[in-house]
């Protein structure tokens, strides 16, 4: 059993996002912006708050924007630094902080979320790691989401789940986790399912976007089939070592998540961190009094 603290995230940004297409034709769907920054500044300022030095991007050929995004603009920050811009230069000048490093993988064939992690397996090695999906944005005025559940995993050495009560009728969009009960915030998983139908569900508890991984999954991963889709899961791989006997907690999280990867979780996760703005708080309110004004008007029409 292994139980140290993780230093390694692993950010599987290959998929299509075919869910925002045509915008993600060229624009990676991590690269959509809440408000000012991407999706993907939301999932890594979680790892390093949680203590992770080391960024672990599984990228395809089509994601240079998100290599981009981490790397230097020296022609922005000359014309910025020649303009006097400084609050601009210093949000662009370090993207991230001087302990930590990024990491580029090519995943070549969208072959699922399992196959992306195990192609982090040259990089992670024999330690525990953690797995962020960055369309899962999880918000919380205290510790991360991340930072709770590598808490946990440092303690006990299991792999840890972050998880969520969903609305029975939406366990077929989820990996659904059984326990054997919860103390505190966490429950030893006993069952995991890939996207029951609702009356196959063993609960209504939904996998999130963020994993605290033991080193064992890779070896699960490199036997697990193809599964639905025709994709290498990640779920089926973590059910396997349950069903072998490895501890899995599964973590009920401190926060709100917004489901990025639809069109109404990127809509409300907007809202809620323009509200959530000083600046933004008081023209984002009119904004939206005058938009249901105007709505309001055109449905009596
Ligand atoms: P999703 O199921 O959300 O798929 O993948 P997607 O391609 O991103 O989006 P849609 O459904 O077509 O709109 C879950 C996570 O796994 C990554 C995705 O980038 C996303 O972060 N992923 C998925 C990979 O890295 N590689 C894959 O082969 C599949």
Redesign the pocket.
């Known amino acids: 059993m292994t139980t140290s603290r993780i230093r390694k995230a692993v950010?599987?940004?290959?998929?299509?996002?075919?869910?925002?297409?045509p915008a993600?034709k060229t624009v990676p769907?991590?690269m959509l912006p809440i408000v000012d920054r991407p999706l993907i500044q939301y999932a890594v300022d979680e790892a390093i708050d949680a203590g992770c030095d080391t960024l672990v991007f599984?990228?395809?050929r089509y994601k240079h924007a998100v290599a981009d995004y981490f790397d230097k603009a020296y022609e922005l920050e000359d014309r910025l630094e020649r303009r006097g811009k400084t609050e601009l230069l210093e949000l662009i000048r370090n993207p991230l902080p001087s302990h930590v490093r990024a990491v580029f993988v090519t995943?070549h064939?969208?072959?699922?979320?399992g196959?992306?992690v195990l192609c982090a397996k040259p990089v992670v090695g024999d330690e525990p790691f953690a797995v962020l999906?960055?369309?899962d944005l999880i918000w919380n005025r205290g510790p991360g989401a991340l930072r709770q559940m590598a808490d946990h995993a440092e303690q006990t050495g299991a792999g840890v789940i972050a998880v969520q009560d969903v609305p029975r009728e939406m366990t077929s969009s989820y990996g659904i986790v059984a326990t054997d009960g919860f103390e505190n915030r966490h429950g030893r998983i006993n069952a995991m399912v890939e996207k029951p139908r609702p009356e196959d569900a063993p609960s209504t508890l939904a996998v999130v976007?963020r994993y605290v991984l033991q080193p064992g999954i890779f070896d699960a991963l490199e036997s697990t089939q193809r599964g639905s889709g025709g994709?290498i899961q990640l779920t089926d791989a973590i059910a396997a070592m349950v069903a072998q006997g490895t501890r899995h907690d599964a973590y009920r999280f401190q926060g709100t998540r917004f489901d990025c990867?639809t069109h109404i979780g990127l809509i409300e996760a907007t809202i809620r961190f323009a509200l959530d703005n000083e600046k933004l708080n008081g023209p984002a309110r009119e904004a939206m009094q005058r938009a249901l004004d105007e709505l309001g008007v055109a449905s009596n029409d």
């Open positions: 950010f599987p940004v290959a998929g299509l996002g075919t869910r925002f297409l993600t769907k991590e599984i990228t395809n995943q064939e969208a072959l699922g979320l196959h992306a999906l960055p369309d976007g994709e990867g």
